[in-house]
């Protein structure tokens, strides 16, 4: 029997498992991740005081980016793991290491306890989580991508809609504890609370991740000696298209991230209202991802995500103007569910396509290394570069500017893959 063949074999349950491992494991690694963001306002207050409140929280927001320096170390370093031991391998080393960096953030002592050490400690943590978010991507989109070659689509799509599901965990906090705590309750230990729920959930994902099977894919293939050198001498293109790829998805996610704390500062909505807009993008990617990835299967990749990132493209100005000027929570939901539909449009199929760029052997390396450096140029510090752009520009239109940026490189991107493509099937 093949290699082939022994991946196409119907194995519901097992594939199953692995969604549910791959997923679960995921969303609640990029829980402790993505919740620092949410709660940046606090974290400044508390960690980064400054007589500005603006270079205060611009600080927060950069420690946030600052983590995405990390990610193409652990992307290089994990990703060449995994494609030498295994997909499994190394997704339980990430979760091992993502819960050692909340475990610090969640009982760090605040900067009127000891000074200059409390941004210390917070920088290590979130540099430890950037390392292991780095080899997070590769390791799980390789896992899900490996399930079943006709339906790679609806598999690896689910890396994506773990994520809303991230948002949906870390947005629901949001909500609870704006809504139950005082701003003075919050600032004394609400905001430890995610922290807490991250690491207790800790042994719970590796108990899920220990018991799943690695994929035949990988145990069928040839492991490349030195995947990294491989990747990188070999897939230099294909590192680029993918990363290209990647920008309007993670400056759309981390704008995502950011709109509470926009909605707060610049629209003066209610903390309450304004993680429920985010909690709408959340469940509408949860639910919308798997259906889009499903239709790439059947329609190509490339249809589906041109045309939700011409639509990002022409949209989201307009979108962000009549928020501006009717800055109400009832436009902020409509404006947020609209993003959610447009981006699981581009979402749903692009692990997929990534995935197909590289071979086996070099599959994981190559996911690690142009996710993460695409996530660390562009995403990482979305938040920083949006509140930043409002601050220089004085328009409360900015976050729209980068967003649009981001859709044309990634259009350039997506053409680029289509001629390459276009290329191979006339040879």
Same mark, same amino acid.
């Given at each position: ?20 491992? %791959? &997923?679960?494991?995921? =969303? ?10 949410? *709660?940046? !306002? +606090?974290? /400044? ?110 598999? %690896? &799509?689910?890396?994506? =809609? ?10 629901? *906090?949001? !909500? +609870?504890? /704006? ?249």
């Amino acid at each position: 029997m093949t290699a082939t063949t022994l991946v196409a074999s119907p194995d519901l349950s097992r594939r199953w498992r692995a969604v549910t491992a %791959a &997923s679960i494991g995921n =969303a609640l690694e990029w829980f402790d991740f993505v919740v620092y963001g949410f *709660f940046a !306002v +606090t974290m /400044a207050k508390l960690f980064f005081p400054s007589e500005n409140e603006t270079m205060s929280l611009l600080v927060a927001l950069a420690t946030f980016g600052v983590t995405f320096v990390m990610r193409p170390v652990g992307a290089i370093v994990i990703g060449g793991y995994a494609d030498r031991y295994g997909r499994k391998a190394a997704f339980i080393l990430t979760i091992i290491l993502m819960t050692g960096g909340t475990g610090i953030i969640a009982f760090a002592p605040t900067f009127s306890s000891i000074g200059i050490f409390a941004p210390i400690l917070i920088v290590v943590a979130r540099l430890v989580q950037g390392f292991s978010a780095g080899g997070e991507f590769g390791s799980a989109t390789a896992f899900l991508a490996e399930q079943h070659p006709e339906r790679r689509g609806f598999f %690896a &799509s689910w890396q994506f =809609a773990s994520q809303g599901l991230t948002t949906i965990l870390a947005t629901g *906090f949001g !909500v +609870t504890l /704006a809504t139950a705590l005082t701003v003075e309750q919050m600032e004394s230990w609400g905001w430890r609370i995610p922290f807490i729920f991250g690491l207790a959930i800790g042994p719970v994902a590796y108990y899920i991740r220990r018991h799943v099977d690695e994929t035949i894919e990988f145990q069928s293939m040839q492991i490349s000696a030195s995947p990294v050198r491989e990747t990188i001498a070999q897939g230099k293109k294909r590192l680029l298209i993918s990363l290209g790829a990647v920008v309007l998805c993670t400056v759309g996610m981390y704008t995502v991230l950011f709109m509470p704390t926009y909605a707060i500062r610049e629209l003066g909505l209610p903390a309450a209202g304004a993680f429920s807009a985010a909690l709408l993008t959340g469940v509408i990617q949860v639910v919308l991802i798997p259906i889009v990835g499903a239709l790439s299967d059947r329609l190509g990749r490339m249809p589906i995500a041109s045309a939700s990132a011409v639509a990002i493209l022409l949209a989201i100005y307009p979108m962000f103007a009549w928020l501006a000027a009717v800055p109400t929570l009832q436009t902020l939901l409509i404006v947020q569910a609209i993003m959610g539909v447009l981006l699981s449009g581009y979402m749903g199929g692009l692990a997929a396509l990534m995935s197909e760029l590289f071979p086996p052997r070099m599959r994981t390396t190559g996911l690690s290394i142009s996710y993460s450096f695409a996530v660390a140029i562009f995403g990482g510090f979305a938040p920083f570069i949006n509140a930043w752009l409002i601050d220089v520009t004085a328009s409360k239109l900015a976050p729209s500017f980068y967003l649009m940026f981001a859709a044309v490189i990634s259009l350039v991107a997506l053409v680029a893959w289509y001629r390459s493509n276009t290329w191979k099937r006339s040879q």
